[in-house]
């Protein structure tokens, strides 16, 4: 080779840099830290005046009419699969390519999922492939925003439409993004959100859902306080003691504190979505010319949240397997991960739901040659150049 590369670090060679770079991180700031220190002077450490203040950001970011938030984004997806009535014998399709959680909130209520593939250039649910998988005891579907680019919601509301469906979005990955114009969480009957460290913004942990349905609204409010139709603050304003639990629910509130972080995190949102942006961009144009690596499409006329950066390695252009390629950069000191194992690959869902390898042909190809790179606002330039470098590093 006339114009050989650097040795890998994986081959004794120095690696590009010598602390290791996340693949995500969060970012916590002086006014984060004072808005959670005044919550905590305050009367109301939970259920208190920040919960709505809260949900009221979300819905003018939103433009749904209604947020509930939860403690987390698990919280958020079992209040939604609970809200739609999901019950035993219910079938409700999902995407593999996510995290367990997506579907794990199905079986909560003792519903059945149903995975149906990717499309092979996003790795989105294939909207042509659903048609197949519904059945007279199909209830919903949940799309996932994998990395952050919104699902195809035109044809997806229309499936749902033309079967009497409900959608849900699992907008994890998305918050601040939009299709056609619309924002991420008025997509869908009902769309979840997570507050978790790694995701744009954070609570620490916490989640959300919006809805345009008053009542599905209201049956969330109910379900992430047992159950019950007054909370603590109301009662304290009536004056009263009598409270009614009209269904069985759980605690699946969230502290004011967390909610006065959110909100503080929130001013911050599209700051931080346009640095994610920008190092896509960096990381696109270096990539695109490297034959070895295939980028995920990206569609016409959607704002890509990019809370995710992933792409596909051609192993045979490179001769190493993904567990070689991942080793490697990690010995370059680049946090790599993998978004994700197909959810139907885990041996819980072998074992207990009956799924084999086979079912998601398209996932579980791209499984095998995917490596999510760093991604987060905070990263230097010469971070992503160092993610750019170890990645080229890769060529022999
Ligand atoms: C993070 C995440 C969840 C779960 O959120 P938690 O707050 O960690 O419970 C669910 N679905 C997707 C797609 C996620 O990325």
Redesign the pocket.
């Known amino acids: 080779m006339s114009h050989s590369n650097p040795k890998l670090a994986i081959h004794g060679g120095n690696p590009v840099r010598q602390t290791l770079l996340p693949y995500g991180r969060q970012s916590i700031d002086e006014e984060d830290i004072a808005a959670v220190v005044e919550v905590l002077r305050s009367d109301w450490l939970t259920t208190g005046p920040k919960v709505g203040e809260f949900e009221q950001k979300i819905t003018a970011l939103t433009g749904a009419s209604h947020a509930v938030a939860v403690s987390?984004?698990?919280?958020?997806?079992h209040a939604a699969i609970y809200a739609l009535d999901i019950k035993p014998g219910d079938e409700v399709i999902v995407t593999p390519m996510?995290?367990a959680?997506?579907a794990n909130c199905v079986l909560y209520q003792g519903g059945t999922p149903v995975f149906v593939d990717v499309e092979p250039d996003t790795l989105l649910i294939d909207p042509t492939k659903i048609e197949a998988k519904i059945t007279a005891k199909t209830k919903a579907v949940i799309a996932?925003?994998?990395a952050g680019h919104p699902c195809d919601y035109d044809a997806l509301s229309a499936i749902a439409e033309r079967y009497q469906l409900a959608l849900v979005a699992?907008a994890?990955?998305a918050i601040g993004g939009s299709y056609h114009g619309r924002p991420v969480g008025s997509l869908a009957t009902l769309s979840?959100f997570?507050?978790?460290p790694?995701?744009h913004i954070t609570t620490g942990?916490?989640?959300l859902v919006t809805t345009s349905d008053p009542e599905l609204a209201q049956r969330m409010r109910v379900f992430r306080n047992h159950g019950i139709t007054t909370d603590h603050r109301q009662r304290a304003q009536s004056g009263g003691f009598f409270y009614e639990m009209v269904d069985l629910g759980y605690n699946y509130r969230i502290t004011d504190f967390q909610c006065a972080l959110g909100i503080s995190q929130l001013n911050k949102l599209g700051a931080s979505i346009a640095k994610r942006q920008q190092i896509a961009r960096t990381y696109d144009d270096a990539f695109r010319p490297l034959e070895y690596v295939n980028l995920l499409s990206v569609r016409p006329d959607i704002i890509h949240a990019y809370?995710l950066y992933m792409v596909q390695f051609d192993l045979q252009k490179l001769n190493m397997s993904r567990a070689e390629i991942f080793a490697a950069l990690r010995a370059e000191n680049i946090g790599v991960n993998v978004?994700y194992i197909p959810v139907h690959l885990h041996p819980y869902y072998r074992q207990q739901m009956g799924t084999a390898p086979g079912i998601c042909p398209v996932a579980e190809a791209a499984y095998e040659r995917l490596i999510t790179l760093p991604i987060f606002p905070q990263m230097t330039d010469d971070d992503t150049h160092d993610v750019i470098r170890a990645v080229q590093k890769l060529a022999r």
């Open positions: 987390n984004g698990t919280a958020a997806l996510t995290f959680a997506s996932v925003d994998y699992d994890c990955h979840t997570s507050f978790h790694v995701k942990e916490g989640g809370h978004h």
